[in-house]
């Protein structure tokens, strides 16, 4: 381990420490189980329901939820951001719609969906429509980023459309692109979460949320808002992991 990654190590367990007194006073403040549990019963409780194998058939029904929206998404995101950056009618057309998606509240559009799609399907659909607005949007504003200048080089020296696509287009638009992964993501599982939630989907986190709700379960209901947490963190980071290896952008330099 370098040098300069141990004070970010300390810093970050000590950041942690600090939450975690935070939450263990006002446990103590607050006096009622009912209402707020300890940071120990917590974890406990996480340790309980992990060695049970519908905490990971839970854990995994969610993942696939809020992983194939994402990635629906994110693919429909770069698609019509490339077009509507490319052809202005489009964009003029599309634009207006995902303003109003982004302004809808999310709870709307679940009621909606449990009405036109099949509950299982609900999910998925949810999260995708929440991270579809945020790639559209970052892609659009990468490519109008772009430097005229290396544009007019690329034209100059008579690039191909792919070369051009790969050494000017691409290592401008992914910051854009990444910011909204990193945005996206969480928004994808909040909203995917509670799609799971309104709808009552069983074998999901969002159901066993339900359950803990109905059943005034308030271990189990922080203990699987811990484990969103965990599981949205651990996948952003991979997600950034993934998008550092890409060797886009260096034909930028």
């Not at 980023?145 to 034209?155: G, I, K, Q």
Request: net charge positive; glycine share 6%; proline share 4%.
């Amino acid at each position: 381990m370098s040098r300069a990654v141990i004070p970010r190590v300390v810093r970050t367990l000590s950041v942690a420490v600090f939450w975690l007194a935070v939450w263990q006073l006002l446990y103590q403040s607050v006096g009622q189980e009912i209402l707020l549990v300890s940071p120990a019963q917590t974890l406990l409780r996480i340790i309980t329901l992990s060695q049970q194998a519908d905490f990971w058939l839970s854990a995994g029904v969610s993942l696939y939820n809020v992983a194939l929206g994402f990635l629906c998404a994110s693919f429909l995101g770069i698609a019509f951001g490339a077009l509507c950056s490319r052809f202005h009618l489009l964009y003029e057309l599309i634009y207006p719609l995902l303003s109003a998606v982004k302004a809808t509240p999310v709870a709307s559009f679940i009621i909606l969906a449990l009405v036109w799609i099949q509950t299982p399907q609900v999910p998925a659909f949810i999260a995708g429509l929440i991270v579809l607005p945020i790639v559209f949007s970052n892609v659009c504003q990468g490519v109008a980023s772009t430097e005229r200048e290396l544009l007019e080089m690329a034209h100059v020296f008579r690039l191909s459309w792919w070369k051009t696509l790969r050494h000017v287009y691409i290592p401008t638009v992914m910051p854009y692109l990444a910011a909204a992964f990193t945005t996206g993501i969480g928004l994808a599982w909040k909203a995917g979460v509670a799609a799971e939630v309104l709808a009552n989907t069983r074998e999901s986190i969002g159901g066993r949320i339900y359950g803990a709700k109905i059943y005034l379960d308030t271990t189990d209901l922080f203990a699987w808002t811990v484990v969103v947490i965990v599981m949205s963190v651990a996948l952003e980071r991979l997600l950034l992991v993934c998008l550092r290896r890409i060797p886009w952008g260096e034909g930028k330099r």
